[in-house]
């Protein structure tokens, strides 16, 4: 595969939704410091646009990840703009603290799912003021499982690596030359401080990839990639509606 050839093709196609689809003037990019986004920041350094790109740390954030983001910022040749979000956190939950159930069911899930969804209340807030599209960082692996946070980084309004799998990101970064330390580490959502993606999926993206490729695995794999994937469908449709109230009678 020429993964530069289609680095160009996604870039083009980039353009088209910007400029065709949006009829906006740039780009906003929120970058972890994990593969996904760095991937992203990569192909907007090829593109001819304004790029506003941020680091959105929480308490919860290591600095070794938005030391990874600035390599790489470093490395494209990208400037961007470090706002943490950790003050919002604790304001929210200030305030809504109290009317949470007390045992509430994943609870690590809940708080971080929270900090995902104020990284992108901030890109879409900081889109709007910028006339730009936010550029989302999901790739086929998190769309087929739905490990993605429902209205956090799962809104977009485009998403260049939805049909790649997670080998094929880390390929296309390697092309394009996204710094080492990025490709070598365990992919991680950083919504809690040791968390990584394989250990809470409870399979290897290895596994998920022979699985996307069509190929055998395990019983014991396949039936929790089929848990994840049958438990977030309503991640991957559009909310629900009724008939209208015309149409009730030919029910």
């Not at 065709?20 to 992203?40: H, I, K, P, T």
Request: glycine share 8%; aromatic share 8%.
């Amino acid at each position: 595969m020429n993964w530069l050839k289609y680095a160009d093709y996604v870039c083009e196609w980039l353009e088209e939704q910007r400029r065709e689809l949006y009829a906006m003037d740039g780009y906003v990019l929120g970058l972890s410091g994990g593969v996904d986004s760095a991937v992203c920041a990569y192909l907007l350094a090829r593109i001819d646009a304004p790029k506003h790109i941020y680091m959105l740390p929480a308490a919860v954030s290591s600095a070794a990840d938005l030391a990874d983001a600035q390599a790489v910022l470093d490395g494209a040749g990208l400037s961007g703009e470090t706002i943490s979000i950790a003050p919002m956190y604790e304001a929210v939950m200030g305030q809504i603290g109290a009317a949470l159930s007390p045992n509430p069911d994943r609870q690590q899930v809940l708080h971080g799912n929270l900090m995902a969804r104020l990284r992108m209340v901030c890109l879409y807030t900081l889109a709007q003021s910028h006339r730009a599209i936010v550029l989302g960082t999901d790739n086929l692996a998190e769309s087929y499982t739905g490990y993605f946070t429902k209205f956090g980084d799962g809104a977009a309004d485009v998403l260049p690596l939805a049909r790649l799998r997670k080998e094929q990101v880390f390929a296309l970064g390697a092309a394009l030359g996204v710094p080492e330390q990025v490709l070598s580490k365990a992919p991680s959502a950083g919504l809690w401080k040791g968390q990584t993606d394989e250990g809470e999926l409870g399979f290897s993206y290895a596994d998920l990839d022979r699985f996307l490729r069509g190929e055998s695995v395990s019983a014991a794999t396949q039936e929790r990639i089929a848990f994840w994937h049958d438990r977030s469908r309503h991640k991957r449709i559009l909310p629900p509606q009724p008939v209208a109230p015309e149409e009730i009678d030919a029910l």
